[in-house]
Nanobody, 124 residues
Framework: VQLQASGGGLVQAGGSLRLSCAAS????????MGWFRQAPGKERLFVAG????????VYADSVKGRFTISRDNAKNTVYLQMTSLKPDDTALYYC??????????????????WGQGTLVTVSS
């Protein structure tokens, strides 16, 4: 499956953005999806994950209550709604896919396909 992330931009602290990740190729519903982010000079970290059926959703503690992950299998798209943004949320955001029922949401190495990243910059 090929992934294309979009929706990043510059926003003031306290603002909102919605990221999208469009998938093409193999059956989208056969994959669990995740969002990761990488700040300059830092490692890539897990942000949120969603099961292929949307029956299971997990978040990193740093974004709980502020970010919402969702997916629309009919549109082959996964979303990340981000609210109450903080300067610490500034990063390149990546969407990623892993085969359903395999691996862990949190393990970056379990994801087999990655989008190109979309930049989110939060100003103070």
């Amino acid at each position: 499956v090929q992934l294309q992330a979009s929706g990043g931009g510059l926003v003031q602290a306290g603002g909102s953005l919605r990221l999208s990740c469009a998938a093409s190729g193999r059956t989208f519903s056969g994959f669990s999806m995740g969002w990761f982010r990488q700040a300059p000079g830092k490692e890539r970290l897990f942000v949120a994950g969603i099961r292929w059926s949307s029956s299971s959703i997990v978040y990193a503690d740093s974004v709980k209550g502020r970010f919402t992950i969702s997916r629309d299998n009919a549109k082959n798209t996964v979303y990340l709604q981000m609210t109450s943004l903080k300067p610490d949320d500034t990063a390149l955001y990546y969407c990623a896919a892993r085969p359903a029922f395999s691996g862990s949401y949190f393990n970056i190495n379990d994801y087999t396909n990655w989008g190109q990243g979309t930049l989110v910059t939060v100003s103070s």
